[in-house]
């Protein structure tokens, strides 16, 4: 049977405006900055607190900022399915820098592109977010160049030094680049300078030729890339601007004065002056910044790693952050020994740092962290794209929770906070009666869901501990859970952690209640279950392992979207598929404008 495909006509995916991921669009606002004696009149600014901060404490500081900041030829979009959790451990920032994304192509002076300029763009920027009066604390999470930006502010020998690094508490460099431009590269970058733009047009159309394969997909997201994230990189790769590249690529070159580069992107001797927390991590398969760069910065700040362990070798990425083997994790201290308890590794790689188990009193958060650096290599497939590859951004993510959480502000801990807000008694699901009434989990639904409402950490019944046992595929339920995707637009109120350690893996998709889900929110929740799908084919799968989906009770935006899958990419007939719905969660669809929205949808 045809399979339903209206979406992909009512939007294009290449404008960055219509493909925005909907947390982003929500959060986000067009801001004018005066930075480096430059006017940047519209930038593109994602500023998302903490959906709890007024429960949370605030002393001695508030939780701290954290700051993303994208690549060349990036956007802030690319770091939506990190956002998507970490938005609910921290107050977020991002910007799209000039051109970039839905920022304007302003000021029209090359000097404003010139890489210092952005990294004071930047601070700007989170000069004006950033709660001074109470001493907030920032966190920078930079991906490739944007690496290169967040070192100028965050080291203390940076030129940028004095703009805002007594404020940086942490940095993670993801696909970070070492290494300055040398005098060779500089020299062949200058030919670019001259080149008109429809020429560089022409050649990047070349490299484009054949779409999700072709050449200039695989550079970042690899040959063994799966369809998604090709998808993704075509998209990304074609939303760059070639005229914002060159002046950004021009930008990042350095003045070679008796053979010294002054300016542009940071090397050794900026690198080597990071004093903040610091967590480097490359991809095994990664051709753009290879992963000896994070070799190099780990050297420059004093840590030598075997060149034995940068390319572990594994079939395919491990479902958990827990599983992930790794370059070298043991973290070091200025004077290069360890302040932490010494580790030790599983066959796997696993790191094993023992933790005092701590209850939801408020932890010391130290004014000034101290020194540590952490480095992990991602095996194959993990490329350039790992920041938003389907394959490792849920690992990605955890490693990023736990680094923050262990060795910057332990109040970032997402379990921490579960904790204290329940302790406290200032959190819990909305209408917990109602909640308590309604039947946790659905019968099989079109042989591939279960709908269930959401689950709750401090439940006797329906909370992850006794949820695994009950539900969980990998614990031999039949047709039992081993996805759960978590399309509520709040924090969850459960760790997803407990279903992750019992072998279900937990996906957020937030959505907003009340309101129909968009064309553009059915297309990239299809394109995530069709992952999922794919992934439960592998013969390491349970046989007939389903996918959870809940909302707050699961009903509206979960039947909306379970519905829309079903005739969509089942090819079902609307009505057999609301009724499939409604028979195995009864009574289906509660909101009559959200039925009334399937059949214009569908019907017309």
């Known amino acids: 049977m045809k399979q339903f495909d209206q979406s992909a006509d009512l939007y294009d995916p290449l404008d960055p405006s219509a493909a925005d991921p909907g947390l982003l669009k929500k959060h986000s606002s067009q801001k004018s900055y005066t930075a480096a004696g430059f006017v940047y009149p519209s930038i593109r600014t994602f500023y998302h607190p903490h959906p709890q901060a007024d429960k949370l404490p605030t002393k001695p500081t508030p939780l701290p900022l954290l700051v993303f900041v994208h690549g060349l030829g990036g956007s802030a979009a690319q770091f939506a399915p990190l956002l998507t959790g970490l938005v609910n451990a921290a107050p977020c920032l991002a910007i799209d820098l000039p051109g970039c994304g839905l920022s304007d192509f302003l000021p029209e002076k090359r000097e404003a592109y010139k890489s210092e300029a952005l990294a004071s763009l930047i601070a700007e920027a989170i000069t004006q977010h950033r709660d001074a009066g109470n001493g907030q604390k920032v966190i920078l999470?930079?991906?490739?160049?944007?690496?290169?930006?967040?070192?100028?502010?965050?080291?203390?020998t940076s030129p940028l030094s004095h703009l805002i690094s007594e404020h940086i508490a942490g940095?993670?460099?993801?696909?970070?680049?070492?290494?300055t431009l040398s005098a060779s590269q500089v020299s062949r970058l200058q030919h670019m300078r001259?080149?008109?733009?429809?020429?560089?047009?022409?050649?990047?159309?070349?490299?484009?030729?054949?779409?999700?394969?072709?050449?200039?997909?695989?550079?970042?997201?690899?040959?063994?890339?799966?369809?998604e994230t090709k998808r993704l990189q075509l998209r990304f790769n074609e939303q760059s601007r070639s005229e914002v590249f060159m002046a950004m690529a021009l930008g990042s070159m350095p003045k070679y004065t008796d053979n010294k580069a002054i300016g542009g992107l940071p090397?050794?001797?900026?690198?080597?002056?990071?004093?903040?927390?610091t967590f480097c991590i490359g991809g095994e398969q990664d051709h753009v910044t290879p992963p000896e760069n994070v070799e190099l910065i780990a050297k420059w700040l004093g840590r030598q790693v075997p060149r034995d362990q940068t390319k572990p070798k594994l079939d395919a990425?491990?479902?958990?952050?827990?599983?992930?083997?790794?370059?070298?994790?043991?973290?070091?201290?200025?004077?290069?020994?360890?302040?932490?308890?010494?580790s030790t590794t599983t066959k796997s790689g696993q790191d094993l740092v023992s933790e005092t188990r701590q209850d939801s009193a408020t932890p010391d958060v130290p004014k000034k962290p101290k020194f540590v650096l952490k480095t992990t290599v991602l095996p194959k497939p993990a490329s350039h794209a790992l920041l938003y590859a389907t394959s490792t951004v849920r690992i990605l993510s955890g490693l990023i929770q736990s680094f923050v959480a262990n060795h910057i502000d332990h109040r970032l801990s997402l379990g921490w906070q579960l904790q204290h807000l329940s302790t406290e008694g200032k959190w819990d699901v909305k209408n917990l009666q109602k909640w308590q009434a309604i039947k946790p989990v659905s019968e099989p639904i079109a042989g591939i869901f279960r709908a269930q409402k959401t689950l709750r950490e401090i439940d006797e019944e329906h909370t992850p501990a006794v949820y695994v046992k009950r539900w969980g595929a990998r614990n031999g339920v039949k047709q039992g859970v081993r996805m759960v995707v978590d399309i509520s637009h709040e924090s969850p109120v459960y760790?997803?952690?407990?279903?992750?350690?019992g072998g279900i893996e937990y996906h957020k998709f937030p959505t907003v209640s009340k309101l129909p889900p968009t064309v553009e929110e059915v297309a990239a929740f299809i394109a995530l279950i069709d992952t999922l799908r794919e992934q439960l084919t592998k013969p390491e799968e349970p046989e007939g392992a389903l996918i959870a989906v809940h909302c707050h009770y699961g009903f509206n935006r979960t039947g909306f979207f379970l519905v829309s899958y079903m005739v969509e990419r089942l090819g079902w007939r609307l009505q057999d598929a609301l009724e499939e719905f409604a028979g195995e969660r009864a009574p289906g669809i509660r909101h009559e404008h959200f039925v009334n929205e399937l059949f214009v949808r569908y019907m017309i």
């Open 495 to 501: 760790d997803p952690k407990g279903l992750e350690e």
């Open 171 to 179: 940095f993670i460099a993801i696909c970070p680049r070492a290494e």
């Open 141 to 156: 999470i930079g991906h490739s160049m944007g690496c290169s930006l967040s070192t100028l502010l965050a080291s203390s």
């Open 194 to 227: 001259y080149m008109p733009i429809p020429l560089f047009e022409v050649f990047r159309w070349w490299d484009r030729r054949g779409g999700a394969e072709s050449a200039s997909v695989s550079r970042y997201a690899g040959k063994e890339a799966d369809s």
């Open 267 to 277: 090397g050794e001797d900026i690198w080597s002056g990071l004093r903040v927390p």
């Open 317 to 342: 990425l491990p479902s958990s952050a827990g599983e992930i083997p790794v370059i070298d994790n043991t973290p070091i201290e200025e004077n290069g020994k360890s302040f932490v308890p010494e």
